[in-house]
């Protein structure tokens, strides 16, 4: 099984480079950033002891194709993907703080509300609402970026009085975040799927905020199929589900949380086979293009061959 599970890098300019749950990124001259999507997974804050193969290549195209179709909505850091597994993009100074946008009550938001909660982030949620119902409009719930651990809830107010991020750059981002979201819900409905909750990152660089990271792939974002929403809504019923949610739950199935205590389970070549089908399935339906799987029995001589004639590209420019 051909897996990219860790990359050891040295790029000309290269300055340092940040190894992720999943992806590795090389700083070259402080200009610009090299990312690379490796096959590593990561559920539970941990990443599972083996790679799935084309699971980088899968986000790494997925990403890439969203951030060119919202060109025309904000900047983003994306310059070229020289390799099927590798985006390189403009370095910019990232925020601290991660943009969660949500159109449907679920996930961590809908244990909340369960609980009682009719607050999220500073955002009020009306009452007598169901699971996996739709909020009367998107809702931003960001997050406080944590290099460890988990990420923390925070409203918009404490983000800009603990000076996190300006109250004029928070608007640009909120204002960016609200238009891609709804570029992301307008591309999944033609594919008979609903864009329920995502991720977005941003950056500034010369003055201007930028998109930056990866945006909607199934490891930022979770996508319900539209055909059957209301039904199962109605019943109360489980909804079918595009997110690499179905990792979750084979850990949860197999007694692992990441909880003290636990043994992570096995993950058999089988197993790491059949998640690795699920992701082609995801971006297959996600884009409606046939996913072509990059060839070579080397990834990473691959990957550091192309990387470097599109550096070398670069320079003389």
């Known amino acids: 099984m051909k897996a990219l599970t860790n990359t050891d890098f040295h790029f000309e300019g290269q300055k340092s480079v940040y190894h992720g749950k999943v992806r590795d990124v090389y700083n070259i001259n402080d200009d610009l950033l090299v990312m690379v999507a490796t096959d590593r997974i990561s559920a539970f804050d941990v990443v599972l002891p083996k790679g799935i193969p084309y699971k980088g290549q899968v986000l790494n195209q997925l990403a890439a194709k969203f951030l060119d179709t919202t060109t025309d909505i904000c900047p983003n850091w994306k310059l070229a993907t020289p390799d099927p597994m590798v985006t390189v993009g403009l370095r910019c100074e990232g925020f601290r703080v991660e943009m969660i946008v949500r159109a449907i009550l679920t996930g961590s938001a809908w244990r909340e509300y369960k609980k009682g909660c009719r607050e999220l982030c500073g955002v009020k949620l009306p009452e007598g609402m169901k699971e996996n119902e739709r909020f009367p409009e998107p809702i931003i719930t960001p997050t406080t970026k944590a290099d460890e651990g988990h990420d923390m809830n925070i409203s918009r107010e404490e983000i800009i009085a603990q000076g996190l991020v300006s109250k004029e750059d928070y608007e640009v981002m909120e204002s960016y975040a609200k238009k ?15 864009l329920v909750d995502t991720k977005y990152e941003f950056g500034k660089r010369d ?28 019943k109360g019923e489980p909804q079918r589900q595009l997110s690499k949610e179905f990792v979750r739950q084979w850990l949860i199935d197999h007694d692992f949380m990441n909880e003290p205590g636990q043994v992570m389970p096995e993950i058999t070549d089988e197993y790491a086979q059949s998640v690795s089908d699920r992701y082609i399935e995801l971006f297959e339906h996600i884009t409606g293009e046939r996913f072509e799987k990059a060839e070579g029995d080397n990834l990473a001589e691959r990957i550091e061959k192309n990387v470097r004639a599109y550096l070398k590209t670069r320079k003389s420019i």
């Open 207 to 234: 003055g201007k905020v930028y998109l930056i990271d990866e945006i909607h792939t199934p490891d930022s974002s979770r996508y319900f199929y539209a055909e059957g929403y209301e039904e199962k809504l109605a």
């Open 180 to 194: 891609i979201f709804a570029r992301g819900q307008q591309i999944a409905q033609k594919q008979g799927l609903i």
